[in-house]
């Protein structure tokens, strides 16, 4: 019994395949507009800018589905700081282009003062997994939902561009490039 039990062990481990969980960075900018107010009356219309860094991991391919931590931080209308946190589920779609679902908390500053809140996102666009560096350049649409628990009845709806880092500094690379 022994001896089947040791077999069984080595053939298992002979037989087993390699598992990689290889990360892949992303920082960019997001920009666009939305609805504020939806728990007031009237709700209005709103502006939206913010930085988001996510970390992705899983198997270092397009075609499977990657998790992994993202932080965030966003003003909406320029009258509120919106720092926060969550976890990112990476679903593909069409190859380089998959369907991130994100969700998790954020800590939200106004006239209010500090109020917590959730928030969940759904982006599509440009993902891929690059091979040759921790780096992946992202970019594409998203939509993302906020609720601030508190006085300031947050509820927002907001719609936007996801811009990567590396394409926001590529002019700044071409003059430093230029002038060399």
């Known amino acids: 019994m022994k001896r089947l039990a040791t077999l069984t062990l080595i053939g298992a481990l002979l037989s087993s395949r390699v598992s990689l969980a290889a990360p892949q960075l992303s920082t960019g900018l997001t920009l666009g507009g939305g609805v504020s107010g939806l728990r007031q009356a009237p709700p209005f219309p709103s502006f939206h800018l913010g930085a988001r860094a996510s970390l992705l991991f899983g198997p270092p391919l397009d075609d499977r589905m990657r998790v992994g931590p993202y932080v965030e931080a966003l003003t909406v209308a320029f009258e509120s700081f919106e720092p926060g946190a969550g976890l990112e589920w990476l679903l593909p779609a069409i190859t380089g282009a998959p369907f991130v679902l994100g969700a998790g908390g954020h800590a939200r500053y106004s006239d209010a003062g500090w109020q917590p809140g959730v928030h969940s996102t759904l982006f599509f ?27 300031a009845r947050q509820g927002d709806v907001l719609i936007g561009l996801y811009v990567d880092s590396a394409i926001l500094a590529l002019p700044v690379v071409l003059l430093i490039n230029a002038f060399r």
Do not use: K, P
């Open 125 to 151: 666009g440009s993902r891929s997994y690059n091979h040759s560096s921790l780096y992946g350049v992202a970019g594409g649409l998203f939509v993302q939902g906020r609720l601030a628990f508190g006085d």
